[in-house]
């Protein structure tokens, strides 16, 4: 559904083949990587170019943005709630040490205060230290 979303903003519906000067080898693997680079790092900017006028404002409060703006809107406990569930059940713990297993057990009395957190987060522009060096 996102990517659905991104193609309907950006205007790109039609699925183009891989960009096969990316696997030439340039001169030297330094050229070879600054080609890489160079196309990767334009992708955000192409697609900002893409963006069509009338996708740029929505029910969900961002009216007037412009292609030059750039939103974090609030959330909720039901989109808390389907971001848990949706983490795959492994033995592996995240950042945190805490695992998607235990999240999923206990996300009953987890989720409202954590969606007060990350609304707060956004809200006040100010993020966890730790998230800072991921």
């Not at 205007?11 to 030297?28: A, C, M, R, V």
């Not at 996708?55 to 989109?79: N, P, Q, W, Y």
């Not at 795959?88 to 989720?111: A, N, R």
Request: aromatic fraction near 6%.
């Amino acid at each position: 559904m996102l990517w659905h979303s991104i193609k309907n903003i950006t205007n790109s519906h039609k699925t183009k083949p891989p960009n096969q000067e990316l696997l030439s080898i340039e001169g030297t693997p330094v050229d070879s990587a600054n080609l890489v680079n160079g196309f990767f790092a334009s992708v955000g900017a192409n697609l900002a170019g893409r963006i069509l006028p009338t996708s740029l404002t929505s029910d969900r409060g961002t009216e007037g943005a412009s292609a030059e703006s750039f939103v974090l809107l609030e959330t909720d406990c039901d989109e808390v709630r389907n971001a848990i569930n949706n983490l795959k059940s492994s033995s592996s713990t995240g950042y945190d040490g805490i695992s998607s297993q235990l999240l999923k057990l206990i996300q009953e009395f987890i989720v409202p205060p954590l969606t007060d957190l990350f609304n707060d987060c956004l809200n006040l522009g100010v993020f966890p230290e730790f998230l800072s060096n991921l």
